[in-house]
């Protein structure tokens, strides 16, 4: 009786219902515990990043109150005030003159005790006399913090009326925990944000993280964060709580299951062919193995024997990986040119437009189409169209750099990501490309036709970018300026908006948005300038002789400016940035400020620090963020033996150069404790001497050029200015600029 013999589809059936429920334990027993186990890992670390995000924002909400105190504290009306017997009506008089329009929405005035002595605005006495008549003594409270007024909540600072712990009295400020700090807390944690004063922390949140204040909770879509708060006297009360999106992270979560459990089918399947397969095929191998042996008798090959027995394997792992790279290739790439396509060139610019704002380096987009493409099409044919679109792609790509990213965005539209590059310098590839293109001819019909491209540039000073949606957006804009100019050209966003008297002027729309974005409403400004004169009047205090430095440097640079014709809108930036360029100086001791002979080595470095601290302290400021890279860079050398950073020529921004020299200029001519001021003449040929290693040849051109015009009235006089720009904060180093010291 014959024995029942297993067949290759019986060998398959089984071994596919053995890996599908092998699959299946794995995945009940395995699989999804573990991704379970990662997803609540995940809603953790987002809890806490949350957390730690919002306890930020509120920190730089509390520094800005704390820095408005204590100029405030040590300002000279307010002592003056107390000197002369404090009133309600007074202080009332004096904080609804000083605090209205800002950020300080009352104030108030207590003794060594914690007793209040008197309150602005008048509508909180209620609630000073009901529940803030007496604090504990301030000295033994923080310096800021949270605490209930009446049924709100406000940010408080204090800080002792004339800097002494000694002081009669002690000047409080508050701000209202109101919808303008949520949602400035909320753009730093990407979520809602809302603040429950008083009560219990709801059921269903649950501890999130250990010996942490953060709870949270989840559900589909949001995870709610949530942590208590603390009165400045060390009360507990309500809680903060954050709602922020976790879609993503859920669908990491089942992609990454689903795609595990892919492979696994993949890798299962493809061991169940090569078994099967080895069954079916052993035969033939044998077979030819066997006529290949009895071959050698006749003068056969010995090296045949191996030929086609043992690299099906190494074959198919080689076939499935060129399959995959070239899945991974087509996701990335647009197919007819071989470009990047839309959503990797998106992907990328999202990365380099936050580094470069992080850090404050240039990035600078090309959009480019083809002039008349549709014409093309029509004439020649979607054939004619593909081959004219390949070959201004071939011309875009031999003109890029290796560290740039060409792409087609689709039709007959392109883009160019240019890292580390300014407007100008993209302009000029973009003039490169355009004659590239210029040199190609397309063939219609009986006839070869010329072929143009318009292009429109942005970088990140162009306009008001908050996004790279909107940085794409305003190169597309300049673009259809290109053609409205009549096409075949480059067009600069900056020129989107000319300068005054000029035709032209930008929307009413764009206003509002420019001033939103930025933070540059009026009101602001005028408690800005307020902000610094009394930093003037604090430093004036310190050191006389460094008050009008400020002042002056923004006079050379301003000259400096007008002669090598910079548009105004960059000169306004240039001013703002030359008044606040040694702000950073307010954190020195008086020890290194006023020291009267040659800096020591741990003196130096103190000083050198002082631009990291100016931009550390404008960084809080949203709409000085043009102006962060003068301050950075302006004590960058030419030949890249500066600080902070060391970097050198073209690379520091122009507006810094310019900074660099009028600050030079200003050390030089003018006196200080340790040597005396040096002439015009003189200043003029240290200068002279220094260039093209510590200056820019072309600033300090500009500079000679200047004091050739003016002589000796180039020096700075205060009646050369409006009398609305006399606040400047005032601070020079003792190392800065000068040739023989820097």
């Known amino acids: 009786m014959s024995k029942n013999k297993l067949t290759s589809p019986g060998v398959l059936l089984i071994l596919a219902t ?33 957390e730690q995000a919002a306890r930020e924002a509120m920190a730089g909400q509390q520094l800005a109150l704390r820095q408005a105190c204590l100029a405030w504290a040590q300002s000279l009306r307010l002592r003056q005030l107390i000197d002369r017997g404090t009133s309600n009506d007074a ?12 950020i300080v929405h009352l104030a108030w005035l207590s003794d060594r005790n914690g007793k209040t002595l008197c309150s602005w605005p008048g509508e909180t006495q209620d609630a000073f006399t009901g529940g803030l008549g007496r604090l504990d003594p301030p000295d033994k409270l923080e310096d800021h913090g949270l605490l209930r007024i009446g049924n709100k909540v406000a940010i408080v600072a204090k800080h002792p009326v004339g800097g002494s712990p000694d002081c009669a009295a002690y000047l409080w400020l508050g701000r209202y925990i109101d919808s303008t700090v949520l949602h400035s807390i909320g753009l730093a944690v990407g979520g809602k944000v809302v603040l429950v004063p008083a009560g219990e922390l709801p059921e269903g949140m649950s501890r999130g993280l250990a010996n942490s204040q953060a709870l949270w909770s989840a559900n589909e879509s949001t995870v709610a964060v949530g942590w208590r708060l603390q009165e400045i006297t060390g009360k507990r009360f309500g809680y903060f709580r954050a709602d922020v999106p976790v879609t993503q992270i859920r669908n990491q979560a089942g992609g990454a299951r689903r795609t595990t459990l892919i492979i696994l089918a993949l890798s299962v399947g493809l061991c169940v062919l090569v078994i099967v397969g080895t069954h079916i095929l052993i035969a033939g191998p044998v077979i030819r193995l066997l006529k290949r042996i009895q071959r050698l008798d006749t003068g056969g090959k010995v090296d045949e024997l191996t030929r086609n027995l043992h690299g099906e394997p190494l074959v198919l792992a080689r ?33 380099f437009y936050h580094q470069a704002r992080r850090y404050n380096r240039p990035l600078s987009l090309i959009m480019l189409d083809i002039d008349f493409f549709k014409a093309v099409n029509d004439a020649g044919g979607h054939q004619a169209g593909d081959e004219l ?60 036709a010329k072929v143009s491209i318009s292009a429109g540039i942005a970088d990140l000073n162009s306009g008001e970018i908050d996004s790279p949606d909107a940085m794409m957006s305003l190169a597309d804009k300049a673009l259809y300026t290109a053609k409205q100019l009549g096409r075949d050209r480059a067009f600069q966003a900056h020129d989107l908006y000319p300068a005054s ?24 400004k005028e408690v800005f300038v307020q902000g610094l004169e009394e930093i003037m009047e604090i430093l004036a205090h310190r050191d006389p002789h460094m008050a009008a430095h400020a002042q002056k440097v923004r006079h050379y640079a301003t000259l400096i400016a007008h002669e090598m014709g910079l548009p105004d809108r960059v000169i306004r930036r240039l001013r ?55 301050v950075r860079y302006h004590h960058e050398r030419f030949d890249g033996k500066g600080y902070p950073e060391g970097i050198a020529g073209p690379a520091i ?25 040096k002439t015009v003449e003189e200043t003029l040929a240290e200068l002279r001497k220094q260039t093209a290693s510590q200056f820019d040849p072309a600033v300090v051109d500009a500079m000679m050029a200047v004091a050739k015009q003016l002589g000796d009235k180039v020096l700075y006089a205060p009646s050369h200015e409006n009398a609305s720009e006399q606040a400047a904060p005032a601070q020079e180093q003792h190392e800065v600029t000068a040739p023989e010291k820097a």
């Open 653 to 677: 921004p122009l507006t810094a150069r310019i900074l660099s020299v009028a600050d030079a200029f200003d050390a030089m001519t003018s006196p200080r404790a340790f040597r005396d001021a």
């Open 389 to 448: 679109l390949k070959q201004v792609a071939n011309a875009i790509e031999r003109v890029c750099r290796k560290a740039d990213l060409p792409a087609r965005l689709g039709g007959d539209e392109f883009a160019i990501l240019l890292p580390e590059t300014p407007a100008t310098n993209a302009g000029e590839m973009a003039e490169r490309i355009r004659s590239e293109v210029a040199k190609l001819t397309v063939p219609i019909k009986d006839t070869e």
């Open 576 to 630: 703002i940035a030359a008044m606040l360029h040694d702000i950073g100086m307010l954190a020195m001791p008086d020890s290194v400020l006023l020291w009267e002979g040659s800096l020591g080595e741990e003196q130096l470095k103190c000083v050198r620090g002082h631009p990291l601290l100016s931009v550390r302290i404008m960084e809080s400021m949203e709409f000085l963020e043009q102006e962060i890279p003068t």
């Open 319 to 351: 076939r499935l990986e060129s399959a995959f790279e070239q899945l991974a290739s087509l996701s990335r790439t647009e197919q007819l040119t071989g470009m990047a396509n839309r959503r990797h060139f998106e992907n990328v610019l999202d990365a």
């Open 18 to 50: 053995a890996c599908a429920g092998g699959i299946f334990l794995l995945d009940q027993f395995i699989l999804e515990p573990h991704i379970a186990s990662q997803e609540s890992s995940a809603l953790s670390q987002k809890a806490g990043r949350t």
């Open 91 to 102: 202080f009332s008089q004096f904080a609804a003159g000083t605090f209205r329009d800002s």
């Open 501 to 524: 008297g000029m035709q032209g002027k930008p929307s009413v729309q764009m206003d509002v948005l420019r001033k939103k974005v930025m933070g540059l409403d009026s009101q602001f």
